[in-house]
Each structure stands twice: as C-alpha cells, then as structure tokens.
C-alpha cells in the first residue's frame, strides 16, 4: 500500500526553482509530522525539512531562507518549494511521514530526482 508519492522533479539550471510535491494517503495526516529529506550519489540520505501538523518548520542550515515547506491538509499533501537552487542540490528527494511525537519515520516516498546544472 504506496502511502507517499513525490512528484515535481526535474532539471533545472543553477538559481532556478523547483516546487516538489508529496500526495499522501496515510489515514492520520492531519497529525503526522511530515519531512523531506534527499540523498546525493555516494552519499548518505539527509534531512531537509520537517513540518509539524500544526505548520511549525524546520530547515537544514544548507537550504534555510532558500527553500520552504509548507502543507495542506485537506488535500493530504505537502511541497516544497525550492528557490536559488544549487549544483550542490543535486538529489533524489524522498518524502517521510511519522506520527507526531515519535521518532521513527513510519512511510518513505519512493523519490523524485531534482538535477541542479551549472
């Protein structure tokens, strides 16, 4: 049962933008905790952003004041939108949802690749 899907990336040259999507069909959205986080080639996943079911964001010192997110909860999605991007963006961006107060992130998206050239 696919309970995450991202959609929105793409290719993109350097300061452009790209807003990701996550449709979400997890019965306790409403309250989750929903993130984004990425993965480059050779390189461990990381987080990028976490908004509470009450909207509270947080945000990776590497896209703070560049990227945000955001959430609507009757449409069971949530986005990111990504200004200034860089080369070093360059990732598959997966989305994560988690009941709110716990730790372990409970559903994965299965990525959507965002390409930033130079």
């Known amino acids: 049962q696919v309970q995450l899907v991202e959609s929105g990336g793409g290719l993109v040259q350097a300061g452009g933008s790209l807003r990701l999507s996550c449709a979400a069909s997890?019965?306790?959205?409403?309250?989750?905790?929903m993130g984004w986080f990425r993965q480059a080639p050779g390189k461990e996943r990381e987080f990028v952003a976490t908004?509470?079911?009450?909207?509270?964001?947080s945000y990776a010192e590497s896209v703070k004041g560049r990227f945000t997110i955001s959430r609507i909860n009757a449409e069971k999605t949530v986005y990111l939108q990504m200004n200034s991007l860089k080369p070093e963006d360059t990732a598959v961006y997966y989305c994560?949802?988690?009941?709110?107060?716990?730790?372990?992130?409970?559903?994965w998206g299965q990525g959507t690749q965002v390409t930033v050239s130079s």
């Open positions: 997890r019965s306790t959205f409403s309250s989750d905790t």
């Open positions: 994560a949802a988690k009941l709110s107060g716990t730790e372990k992130w409970a559903s």
């Open positions: 908004i509470t079911w009450n909207r509270v964001a």
